[in-house]
């Protein structure tokens, strides 16, 4: 018999843990529920987690904190819940490595369908794009160590990435020399139908060239493609 799914809520609320850890199950799906940094920390060490709904408003550590150190020891998957609404919250949160942002008050319906919706991608992903299949990918004098989650200079120079910047490079080398518009970035990278008026794909992609040194001005890596979205237009080198 196939296991349900393993969602662990991270809110302080107890109302909303309830809530929601209820709804999940009468659902079909698993549900831990705990209030704070700490208690995540436990529970990911004890149990297999498939995805956390993670509230950016904790005591202690907040929820922006957890899901950063949180990226660089897992890919599981990070929904984030914020009772502000300002899209600078919403930028820096998929920055840090969340895979989509929902903003209080929600439905219970709402979070389930973009619980699936990001299960689904992540077991869909094509093979280059699991770490386990790659662990260096060479491209334009750069390598990108997926184990690490960071680039290498040809000078041997580390660069960190966040979250969002490793998954929407991890993504233009996956597809390397093909533009790809917003609208796909963003349900790539984001686990949710694009919103025509999000901006923070354009945002990602300008820290991204930041890293790499590419000029934002006359960017000969990342290249815009002017009413169709956006390009990496070298070739990839080793891949291992």
Excluded at 17 to 38: E, H, I, W
């Amino acid at each position: 018999m196939e296991m349900p799914d393993h969602i662990l809520i991270v809110d302080d609320d107890a109302e909303i843990r309830q809530l929601l850890g209820s709804y999940l199950t009468k659902n079909g799906l698993k549900a831990t529920t705990v209030a704070d940094g700490k208690a995540m920390w436990q529970v990911l060490d004890a149990a297999r987690i498939d995805l956390i709904v993670l509230d950016l408003m904790l005591p202690g550590e907040d929820g922006l904190t957890l899901c950063r150190k949180l990226r660089v020891k897992s890919d599981v998957p990070v929904v984030m819940l914020t009772a502000r609404g300002d899209e600078t919250d919403r930028i820096v949160g998929l920055e840090m490595g969340a895979d989509d942002y929902l903003p209080k008050p929600f439905s219970s319906r709402e979070l389930l369908a973009r619980i699936k919706v990001i299960l689904r991608r992540a077991r869909s992903l094509p093979d280059n794009l699991r770490p386990e299949n790659a662990r260096h990918i060479a491209f334009a004098g750069w390598t990108l160590d997926t184990a690490q989650r960071h680039l290498v200079s040809a000078e041997g120079v580390v660069t960190a990435l966040s979250g969002a910047e490793y998954r929407l490079l991890r993504i233009f080398l996956s597809h390397p020399n093909r533009v790809l518009n917003r609208d796909q970035l963003v349900d790539l990278t984001q686990g949710k139908e694009a919103d025509p008026l999000d901006r923070s794909i354009d945002v990602q992609v300008s820290r991204l060239r930041q890293r790499l040194g590419d000029d934002s001005r006359d960017p000969r890596l990342i290249k815009t493609v002017r009413g169709e979205g956006y390009v990496l237009a070298v070739p990839l080198g080793r891949v291992e």
